[in-house]
């Protein structure tokens, strides 16, 4: 049973920065990708940042230069570096992890909270 768990998420004001990580329970290299997504309050879950097998990243434009996702192969672990943190950020962060096998799998982390507030 393949798990990710998220842990990094505060209340932190706004200008801050935070970094979530996503523990993965086997080897990143077995995940074709890995993704951080966000789901604020009464709004749908929404891409923030992908990094590949091959180490290709991608961001949102909402996070552009204020953030960054990057992986310690040695801890099966996935991060995103946040900066500048706005009071938009503020949602529940999640990780996901996507293997092919005969089709791909999407697994999901359980979130973490993610408040900024002054």
């Known amino acids: 049973q393949v798990q990710l768990v998220e842990s990094g998420g505060a209340l932190v004001q706004p200008g801050g920065s935070l970094r979530l990580s996503c523990a993965a329970s086997?080897?990143?290299?077995?995940?074709?990708?890995m993704s951080w997504h966000r789901q604020a309050p009464g709004k749908q879950r929404e891409f923030v940042a992908a990094?590949?097998?091959?180490?290709?990243?991608n961001y949102a434009d909402s996070g552009k230069g204020r953030f960054t996702i990057s992986r310690d192969n040695a801890k099966n672990t996935v991060y995103l570096q946040m900066n500048s943190l706005k009071p938009e950020d503020t949602a529940v962060y999640y990780c996901?992890?996507?293997?092919?096998?005969?089709?791909?799998?999407?697994?999901w982390g359980q979130g973490t909270q993610v408040t900024v507030s002054s």
């Open positions: 086997k080897s990143i290299f077995s995940f074709i990708a």
């Open positions: 996901k992890g996507v293997i092919i096998s005969t089709a791909p799998y999407d697994y």
């Open positions: 990094i590949t097998r091959g180490g290709t990243t």
